[in-house]
């Protein structure tokens, strides 16, 4: 194992030349940006698929917690909470899903998406599935049969901190949702944006990795439907944030918020609906990650300034893909933050023009599966996951330990 790493970097270092060798070596975000792997990303996303669609209030959505946890701790990340809070009552008299049918309809007519979005040309029906009859595959539908309580109950969610060295009391916080619907694997949604943040989890935590600041890598239940676990954690943590407690040790429970970042899925790029209603099955060669703020957030320029550093991140470090910003954000946790703290998502593409409009076929349906993706699928996620940690490490100033 040694010799081959060896053998690697022997050959790697013959490839490029000496003044770029010593440019690596020295810009400690491009070390880290190395360390992001497509199979080892690849390989979560999986794993994540064994708890099915993970919808909020099942034993397979609470097994999937258990599931983070116990990687998170295995990847180093040593300051891993549980934090406990109550669902959201569900209301049967709304449908499940906020997006109204869409014909499938180019037309010149205006039409309104959510975040403040305009659809455009063809589009799909964006609904999600609640049949669980729609699984095709027999394990599969076994695996999802337990149905979401009809009550509001407790419910938990885990997060872990990178503690900074030198401002413990300031942190980024980088989330994505862990629970889905559809009944699926929630490969995509979210199961793409949660893996990406546990392996920035791993990768920060790694022992020869310093930051000046903190980071929380936040994954979120109950996000479908409700955001009620980001919501209660913003209400409850927000006023505990830059508190030393207890007073004297050096400790911040809740350092003070400098910015959210959001991951929600992550994966699919394919392009508009053809004018017969289907979907292209490959990629679209101008893929893209989507960085979104929310141009009615309190903090809205102070986002967009943000959205334009994560920018400039992907053009510097990630290898495959560029990105791309909006100002609709909507639909997932960052909303919960964007009043109070300057709030970005990363997604395949925009939620109000392009997803909002049917772009993607698996969204919330049965078929959001790990076999539904390519490489190409994935290797768009792992461009995202590069943008963050290029991002967030400027940010937190990461070096590594020599
Ligand atoms: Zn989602």
Redesign the pocket.
């Given at each position: 194992m040694k010799r081959r790493t060896f053998f690697a970097i022997a050959l790697w270092c013959t490839a490029i030349p000496a003044q770029a060798q010593t440019a690596l070596i020295d810009d400690p975000i491009q070390a880290l940006v190395g360390r992001l792997d497509l199979e080892s990303y690849k390989a979560v996303i999986k794993g994540l698929t064994q708890f099915g669609d993970r919808q909020q209030g099942t034993d397979r959505n609470q097994a999937a917690v258990s599931w983070i946890e116990t990687q998170l701790r295995a990847a180093g990340c040593t300051n891993v909470e549980r934090f406990k809070y109550v669902s959201d009552p569900p209301s049967p008299s709304q449908p499940r899903s906020a997006t109204a049918p869409l014909p499938l309809i180019a037309s010149g007519e205006i039409r309104r998406g959510v975040g403040g979005s305009r659809l455009r040309g063809m589009t799909r029906p964006a609904t999600a599935n609640s049949n669980l009859g729609a699984q095709s595959d027999p394990v599969l539908r076994a695996l999802n049969a337990q149905p979401q309580p009809t009550t509001a109950g407790p419910r938990e969610q885990v997060y872990c901190t990178k503690v900074g060295a030198t401002h413990p009391d300031e942190m980024y916080i980088v989330g994505a949702?862990m629970d889905g619907q559809g009944f699926g694997e929630g490969a995509d949604?979210?199961g793409s944006g949660t893996a990406l943040v546990m392996e920035l989890a791993r990768i920060f935590s790694s022992p020869d990795v310093q930051t000046e600041r903190s980071i929380r890598f936040a994954l979120w239940n109950n996000?479908e439907g409700s955001h009620a676990g980001s919501r209660t954690y913003a209400a409850q943590r927000a006023p505990l944030q830059g508190k030393e407690d207890p007073p004297g040790s050096g400790s911040y429970p809740e350092p003070k918020w400098l910015g959210m970042v959001q991951h929600?899925?992550v994966l699919w790029d394919h392009g508009m609906p053809r004018a017969d209603g289907t979907i292209s099955p490959e990629q679209r060669p101008e893929a893209d990650v989507n960085i979104e703020f929310q141009s009615n957030a309190r903090f809205a320029d102070q986002a967009m300034k943000l959205a334009f550093f994560f920018r400039d991140a992907n053009e510097k470090y990630a290898t495959d893909y560029p990105a791309a910003i909006g100002h609709h954000m909507s639909n997932?946790d960052s909303s919960e933050f964007m009043n109070l703290v300057p709030a970005i998502s990363l997604r395949e593409n925009e939620r109000g023009m392009q997803i909002g409009a049917g772009w993607n076929p698996h969204y919330h349906q049965a078929t959001d599966t790990y076999s539904a993706y390519s490489d190409k699928d994935f290797r768009l996620g792992l461009n995202a996951a590069q943008t963050t940690l290029a991002a967030i490490g400027q940010l937190v100033g990461a070096t590594l330990k020599k």
């Open positions: 949702h949604d979210d996000e929600d899925m997932t």
